[in-house]
T-cell receptor
Framework: GQNIDQPTEMTATEGAIVQINCTYQ??????LFWYQQHAGEAPTFLSY??LDGLEEKGRFSSFLSRSKGYSYLLLKELQMKDSASYLC??????????WGAGTKLIIKP | DAMVIQNPRYQVTQFGKPVTLSCSQT?????MYWYQQKSSQAPKLLFH???????NEADTPDNFQSRRPNTSFCFLDIRSPGLGDAAMYLC???FGGGSTDTQYFGPGTRLTVL
C-alpha cells in the first residue's frame, strides 16, 4: 500500500532550527511536496522536490533522497508565526497526491 | 489576484438536510479537487475533475456528489449529511501538467452538522 510517515508533533524554540522528517512508500514517484497549514486554514504550498538534494527557499529548505524514500523540511530562525502543521505529500505514478497526517510544530518563546 | 474561492467559509446544517458547497477559481487551471479533512488528519481526496472528466475516488461515499458546470466552478453536494460528515472541505486546483503539478487550495468550508 501507499503510505506517508511523519512525526505527529514537534516542539522548538523561537530563533532555533528544526527538521521535520517524512518517509514515503508509493506506487511510482513523481515528486514530494511540503505544505504549511495553520489551524483552521487551508494548506499553503511550501516546496516541491523531484531530484535528490536540497532546495533552499529563504528560511525554509527541503531535502529529498529518492533511494531512501525520505525527505525533510528544515526551518531556520524560527518565528512564532511558524507554529502550524506541516504536511508531507508524495505524487504517485498516477499523479495522485498521497498525504501524510501532518506534523504539528509548536514554537515556544 | 488569481485565486481559489470557497463559499461559504462556515456552513451549519441539520442532520439529513442537503447542503451544497461551492468553489470557483480564477487561475484557469484544468484540474479541480475536493478534499475532506478532519482534525489532525490528512486531507482525504473525494473527487477530482480533469477539465470535465470526472474522477470519483473508490471509497468516496455515495452521499457525496460533485458537479463542474464549467472550467471555473465546482460544487460539492452532500445529500444527507451525518454527524460524521462534519469536517473542513477543501477545494484545490492545479494546472494538470503532470510531474510538476502543484495544487493550490481555497480557504476551505468548515461544515458543522447539528
Amino acid at each position: 500500500g501507499q503510505n506517508i510517515d511523519q512525526p505527529t508533533e514537534m516542539t522548538a524554540t523561537e530563533g532555533a532550527i528544526v527538521q521535520i522528517n517524512c518517509t514515503y512508500q508509493t506506487s511510482g514517484f513523481n515528486g514530494l511536496f511540503w505544505y504549511q497549514q495553520h489551524a483552521g486554514e487551508a494548506p499553503t504550498f511550501l516546496s516541491y522536490n523531484v531530484l535528490d538534494g536540497l532546495e533552499e527557499k529563504g528560511r525554509f529548505s527541503s531535502f529529498l533522497s529518492r533511494s531512501k524514500g525520505y525527505s525533510y523540511l528544515l526551518l531556520k530562525e524560527l518565528q512564532m508565526k511558524d507554529s502550524a502543521s506541516y504536511l508531507c505529500a508524495a505524487l504517485d505514478s498516477n499523479y495522485q497526491l498521497i498525504w501524510g497526517a501532518g506534523t504539528k510544530l509548536i514554537i515556544k518563546p | 489576484d488569481a485565486m481559489v474561492i470557497q463559499n461559504p467559509r462556515y456552513q451549519v446544517t441539520q442532520f439529513g438536510k442537503p447542503v451544497t458547497l461551492s468553489c470557483s477559481q480564477t487561475l484557469n487551471h484544468n484540474v479541480m479537487y475536493w478534499y475532506q479533512q478532519k482534525s489532525s488528519q490528512a486531507p482525504k481526496l473525494l473527487f477530482h475533475y480533469y477539465d470535465k472528466d470526472f474522477n470519483n475516488e473508490a471509497d468516496t461515499p455515495d452521499n457525496f456528489q460533485s458537479r463542474r458546470p464549467n472550467t471555473s466552478f465546482c460544487f460539492l453536494d452532500i445529500r444527507s449529511p451525518g454527524l460524521g460528515d462534519a469536517a473542513m472541505y477543501l477545494c484545490a486546483t492545479s494546472f494538470g501538467g503532470g510531474s510538476t503539478d502543484t495544487q493550490y487550495f481555497g480557504p476551505g468550508t468548515r461544515l458543522t452538522v447539528l
